[in-house]
């Protein structure tokens, strides 16, 4: 398994570098004119194989138009649309993940969906509501919804049978959390095993649930004050830190260069109880068999709203030279077509509200079994979208390596905040 899976990476690899060095709504008619849109996406080699099946699928009907794919790794992938879009060389469609979507459209590089759509008496009710709101900024859309879902927590059901310890509730809260990560937790050397992982990489999302299980946030209510050095808030990132450190997360939590494994491996091997992941991660380990199940993240008497939900928005340049074509495309990839490939390759879960999606996203036979009902009770009960605004990739840079640090030991959570409180500010007062 693990040779086919570096293959991929190396295949997934040398495709970026060729790639970067090179329902009932109505569509627009593409012209005659042989046009080529540049379509801009990250992923892995799985998701170079569904959007490769879209490009081909839209190409075969509109063999006018030739999409080029624009692939890149996520960790740098929206520093380089930034460029892009400031070097006057953006791709005509773009996938964002919609926290950076304040700092694209401040760019002036992104169209306004609501206008277009409603030139094209195109229907954006469709899309749950969470990821229109997601891809939204000050009230006008800019985006298309893809991989609307939450931030689940996965549940290796396997471990927690023979640790004796049953599943908790869905309302369970975030001292629950920490008492079934300590009880979890065994071992030593080889032998050991963790109760919770999560991968803290480039973005804060990882942290928000916990935060907002205390009581605080990145930013005041208004978002206009930085409130991470607030002690609800610093004290909750303080209690992941002390589970780190006292031995009760693998060593991976922390992306470094010298890492052996990865979390999700952990997890395949019965050696992680607990992963807190996305739809991706879903996928990765649903496809190596083990037992497990997804789960809100822990809520507690202040808020149930702690789940992450989040969604990407596939946009499209102000500055494209074929706007009819790439708008064809953008719905083509977010319409039926292709929300139907994107469910049959089990990439997310659905971002259009209805069933049939489900039907083709969920596998009756394959864990995890409560998938459909625990993201749809999350919209209901439990999400919570992130604080985004202006500024926010700069205050994500300011901030994910901190995070690192305080995990270490480093520094600590509140002293970390507060020292970086007046930079914080700065930031959200330009």
Known sequence: MKKKIALGIITFL???SMIFAGGNNQQAKPGSEKVTLKYAFWG???????EADIIAAFEAKYPNIKVEPVVSGYNDYH?????MIAGGSAPDVMRISSQYLPDLVDSKG?????QVAKAHNYDLSVFYKEGLTDCSWDGICYGLPWGTAPVYMLMNTTMFEEAGIPLPSYDWTFDDFIRIVKALTSGTGADKKYGFGMEIQTDLYPMYPYIWADGGNLVDTGKNNFALDKPEAY???QKIADLYQGGYMPPETLMTGTQTASVPSWFINNKLAMFQGTAANVLMIQNSGIKFEV??????SKTTHTTVVKSN????STKSPHPEEAWLFATFARGDEGESLYMKAKRVPPSISNEK????????????KNIKEVTNLIFEKYGNLAPVRKGYLELEQLITPLCQNIMLGRTTAERAMKDISPRAQSILNK
Not at 295 to 300: A, C, E, I, K, R
Not at 313 to 316: E, G, Q, R, V, Y
Request: no cysteine; charged share 10%; aromatic share 12%.
């Open 14 to 16: 040398l495709l970026s």
């Open 44 to 50: 892995s080699p799985e998701a170079i194989g569904v």
């Open 79 to 83: 520093t380089k649309l930034l460029t």
């Open 110 to 114: 992104l169209m306004n969906i609501d």
């Open 235 to 237: 004290g909750a990132i």
């Open 295 to 300: 789960w809100p993240l822990p809520s507690s």
């Open 313 to 316: 928005a596939t946009s499209i």
């Open 357 to 368: 999606y489900w039907d083709l996203y969920v596998d009756p036979n394959l864990y995890p």
